[in-house]
Nanobody, 115 residues
Framework: QVQVVESGGGLVQPGGSLRLSCAAS????????MDWYRQAPGKQRELVAG???????TYADSVRDRFTISRDNDKNTMYLQMNSLKAEDTAVYYC?????????WGQGTQVTVSS
């Protein structure tokens, strides 16, 4: 059984920072691509950033230069450092992980950017 769990969301003022974590646990034989997605109310889920097991990264244009994705393969954990947060970053952030050639989603963590 594999679980993917996000943490680190919360309420932050515009211009502030948050760090999200996504930990995969269970019977992990291979952990390949990991991504962060987000879904704002009334909008479709969108890719925010992704990272391969080799460390190659990709970012949405809207977060490039503000967000940084990273991973610790020894801990099966991915991170998203979010700086200079804007109101439009408010959403539920979801972790996606390709584990043992299957796709897993976390339950999501709420990020709210508001003064």
């Amino acid at each position: 059984q594999v679980q993917v769990v996000e943490s680190g969301g919360g309420l932050v003022q515009p211009g502030g920072s948050l760090r999200l974590s996504c930990a995969a646990s269970g019977n992990i034989l291979s952990l390949n691509r990991m991504d962060w997605y987000r879904q704002a109310p009334g909008k479709q889920r969108e890719l925010v950033a992704g990272i391969s097991n080799g460390g190659s990264t990709t970012y949405a244009d809207s977060v490039r230069d503000r967000f940084t994705i990273s991973r610790d393969n020894d801990k099966n954990t991915m991170y998203l450092q979010m700086n200079s947060l804007k109101a439009e970053d408010t959403a539920v952030y979801y972790c996606f992980a390709a584990v043992n050639l299957r796709m897993y989603w976390g339950q999501g963590t709420q990020v709210t950017v508001s003064s």
